[in-house]
Structure formats: C-alpha cells, structure tokens
C-alpha cells in the first residue's frame, strides 16, 4: 500500500509541474528530500518564486505569481 501512495504522489508533483508549464510558468520538480516543497516555480523573468506542496486540496497559486 505504501508504494501506491508515493507513486501517486510523485505522479501528482509532475502533474502539477507540467501544469504550470503549460501555463506559461518555470517549475521544477526537486529530486531528493525536500520537506513542504514538491514543486519550485517561478515567472519567467525569474523575480517571483513559489514552493507548492501538490496536496488534494485546490489552492489558486497564480495570483503569486502574477
């Protein structure tokens, strides 16, 4: 039961990153243990950062980053 659930989440972190590219954003997925960050995103000029933890909650985050 345990691999289901990290493989859901790590489907959900490039769920989320592909998203925000799509969108016209720069995410990145961080490899390794990084806690209460799945995702990394910016604006493409680079001056506006956010660190998204991809949950099963719908968080409006691009406001932050307009």
Known sequence: MN???S?????SQFFVAGE????GYV????MGNT???DVLCSNI???KFVHIQSVK???P???FLS
């Open 7 to 11: 493989t859901r989440g790590n489907a």
């Open 57 to 59: 909650k719908q968080i």
């Open 35 to 37: 806690p209460n960050t």
């Open 45 to 47: 000029p680079g001056t």
């Open 27 to 30: 995410a990145v997925v961080p």
């Open 20 to 23: 925000l590219c799509r969108r």
């Open 61 to 63: 985050i691009i406001k």
């Open 3 to 5: 691999h289901d659930k």
